[in-house]
């Protein structure tokens, strides 16, 4: 299963960091409920850094960045991977931040490829991309954008579940 996350789409002024965390949490569920097997597959996540906003970087201290590594071993993916593509000049400042607090193996799992589509292409097939990132796959947004808002009523109970649980 391959995940695209444009971070230039997340609106730190007007989002939290633990309500992006829920959103993921949400959709994380409801992948593993109707694709159970993409756990034993893995999971593999791409990262669009482009226009990544300077202001999210106060969301990666050590705590988050701790927590966010328990997290990642706590779900049942047999295995990881994420791929950061597109470039942005904050993202140098916050993987020097963060690379210190990563163990060996997580940092064995991350790829950076910023503008190089043929780095991607050697770890993920051109045939499963979007054309945005260089593949040849042609997805058909409208109809990904209508499987999502007819499980809308689903995911909002979720997130309010969510919402309402404290640690």
Sequence with gaps: MIVIICLANIDVRTMEMLDVVGVDDVWIESLLLTNPQVAEKGLCVIFDIANYPWNMIKWFTPDRIKLSLKKMQSLPFKDYRFHFVN????????????????????KQMIKFHFDNRTSLFEHIDPKVLPLEYGGTNNLNYNELWSKLYDRNEEISSSFKLYRTVSI
């Design 87 to 106: 470039n942005a000049t904050v993202i140098h400042a916050v993987i020097k931040i963060i690379w210190p607090f990563l163990p060996e193996h997580f």
